[in-house]
């Protein structure tokens, strides 16, 4: 109960605080992070949406974008469910392309038969593609042209 | 019952875009009376293990979930996914607006006769390791027993009379 109050009270001076500091700014001609006047709607991100069909890689050693959506695949310490297509032990009923098999290797270079523990989670190497502008600007250029 | 129903709460069977939800019963109740009789005389098991505590820490739930999930998908095979064609068919799929890798699975799946769980288990709630390796025995198991064999699809395609297309 006691924390549940103290909860409330400090979310209450947070509010009150922030609404001071946004006013001060406002006055001061200063855009807001809105980047609206708070009667306004913000408009809210755009959702893009995932690219179907494979894109060529830019580099020899870049691991592939994903060519279809990732939402709801479970990957965490008990399964990895793109094993399911892509494991090579299944790929070829499920018609998607074998786990490089440079995924099969560990740390000391051994072949195994199953898929590496470096490689489990696939979306720190993979994500998927989308219409998406970059979200960081550079300036790299494919090592082919 | 906490643990699923958390889980379950994490995929589109409870928040999707179209804003249809498919609840617990849905899936796990079937609409046809002797089915739905027969779900509820066994579900006296499952008020039995929820008193007893068989699941009632994470711990526990883990060290049970590949044989619940198996029980389930026992169920879900030997009925043809009778449940999950309540709400999904494939005569009304647009395969079009599928992605491609959906459309062409579902293609197989009616040329072959496969069953919707074949495919999508694991949809609304967590799986445990060595899941795939369990189904295949439970698929196994089943074709075992004479009477619960793959759907015979050239037998419904004469059945038709769209063989000779």
Same mark, same amino acid.
């Given at each position: ?145 | ?34 089915? $739905? =009789? /027969? !779900? ?8 039995? &293990? ?6 009632? @820490? ?16 026992? $169920? =879900? /095979? !030997? ?8 709400? &999904? ?6 395969? @079009? ?69």
């Amino acid at each position: 109960m006691k924390l549940h109050v103290l909860a409330v009270a400090s979310a209450l001076a947070a509010t009150l605080t922030f609404a001071g500091f946004v006013g001060a700014q406002q006055s001061g001609g200063v855009t807001s992070l809105r980047n609206a006047g708070i009667d306004e709607t913000n408009a809210i991100e755009d959702v893009y949406r995932q690219d179907e069909g494979r894109e060529p890689r830019n580099y020899r050693q870049q691991p592939p974008i994903v060519p279809h959506s990732i939402e709801q695949y479970q990957i965490d310490l008990r399964t990895n469910q793109c094993l399911t297509c892509h494991d090579w032990t299944t790929a070829g009923d499920r018609g998607a392309p074998t786990l490089s098999m440079t995924h099969y290797l560990d740390r000391q270079g051994t072949q195994l038969d199953t898929v590496a523990g470096t490689r489990w989670f696939c979306n720190q190497c993979h994500v998927p593609q989308a219409d998406a502008p970059a979200l960081v600007g550079n300036t790299f250029k494919p090592s082919s042209n | 019952m906490e643990t699923n129903l958390g889980e379950y709460r994490e995929t589109v069977h409870y928040n999707n875009h179209s804003g249809v939800r498919a609840i617990c019963s849905d899936c796990h109740v079937p609409h046809e009376w002797q089915y $739905k =009789m /027969k !779900a509820k005389i066994m579900a006296v098991k499952d008020v039995y &293990h929820e008193v007893l505590g068989t699941i009632s @820490t994470p711990e526990k739930y883990e060290e049970r979930r590949l044989e619940m999930a198996s029980a389930v998908w026992t $169920k =879900m /095979k !030997a009925s043809d996914s009778r449940e999950c064609r309540n709400c &999904h068919a494939f005569e009304y799929m647009d395969f @079009t607006i599928q992605e491609t890798r959906a459309a062409q699975n579902h293609q197989k799946a009616i040329d072959t006769g496969m069953t919707c769980i074949d495919c999508h288990q694991g949809i609304a709630h967590d799986l445990a390791p060595g899941y795939l390796e369990e189904y295949n025995h439970v698929v196994k198991k089943l074709a075992a027993q004479p009477h619960q064999g793959p759907i015979d699809v050239a037998g419904i395609k004469s059945f038709l009379g769209t063989q000779s297309e």
